[in-house]
């Protein structure tokens, strides 16, 4: 990536293949077929310090010499954006949704540490509402892997004659627990702001109605992120940590998160305060 695009332009063009007519014209329609080959890369990520701190504080992180696990998908957010609004991916990203998170962390990135960024679309595979693709991100120091992540999106639609994978974390149903997460309703404004990743859904209740939504909802990589910093004092260096979404957190509200530890891993999930519904579940796993 020669520059950094803005997220509000990534934003609009993610929207412009489905306006009608506009939609059709060449350079703003998605080819049909498989996944692009070509890789997208970010060299010399360096962290700003201040925005980390940010961060932190959003997702409930304490201060470290290292960055929390969940960090470089900010830095590679605009990254994911810019391979989805892309005329050569085959999907158009409006009403994608972020259904499943993997990220391995092989050892601790430092604060000041510089490292370099490649992205790739590496695999699409059946879905019951639709098809997945599969986003594959990796963190280099020189040639040493330091971090790793899946995004798992769906986008609903035409399925192929496969039969739809079975999820990791199939059949894990969250843990009871007695913490209660108070989300604010500017919660998805501030780590919108802080991300980048300021999709209409996230900041007010008019800007969600308009994609269907009684109210706007809460972050999936806020809300793994923060589940991840409610156990930050029991994960080893290495480890990986994957989540599977469920049903959007609408804001304000009072969700319950509990954990429970089965040997070696910590089973996490959140789920309703009102009913019990759950939100997301997740899994970490030492290497």
Request: proline share 9%.
């Amino acid at each position: 990536m020669s520059h950094e695009p803005s997220g509000l332009g990534l934003a609009l063009k993610a929207a412009l293949p489905a306006v009608p007519v506009i939609g059709n014209l060449p350079g703003v329609r998605h080819k049909q077929g498989d996944l692009p080959t070509w890789e997208l890369l970010r060299s010399d990520v360096s962290t700003d310090l201040a925005a980390l701190e940010q961060y932190n504080e959003v997702c409930g992180f304490v201060r470290a010499e290292t960055l929390p696990a969940t960090y470089p998908h900010i830095a590679a957010h605009v990254m994911h954006m810019k391979l989805m609004t892309d005329t050569d991916f085959p999907f158009t990203p409006l009403g994608a949704v972020h259904l499943r998170n993997r990220i391995t962390q092989h050892r601790p990135i430092g604060r000041e540490e510089r490292y370099d960024l490649r992205l790739a679309a590496t695999a699409i595979t059946p879905h019951p509402k639709g098809e997945l693709v599969h986003l594959t991100t990796e963190a280099h120091v020189g040639k040493e892997l330091v971090w790793d992540e899946t995004m798992s999106v769906l986008f609903r639609g035409k399925k192929r004659g496969d039969e739809p994978e079975t999820p990791a974390l199939a059949g894990i149903k969250p843990p009871a627990g007695p913490v209660h997460w108070n989300l604010a309703t500017d919660l998805g404004r501030r780590y919108g702001k802080i991300s980048g990743d300021q999709n209409p859904i996230h900041l007010y209740p008019v800007t969600a109605r308009a994609f269907g939504f009684p109210r706007h909802i809460a972050h999936g990589m806020w809300t793994k992120a923060k589940a991840l910093s409610s156990v930050q004092n029991r994960l080893p260096d290495s480890f990986t940590v994957e989540v599977e979404f469920k049903r959007p957190i609408l804001l304000p509200s009072t969700v319950v998160f509990g954990t429970d530890v089965q040997g070696a891993e910590i089973v996490f999930g959140v789920q309703s305060k009102r009913d019990g519904i759950p939100h997301m579940v997740g899994r970490v796993s030492p290497k």
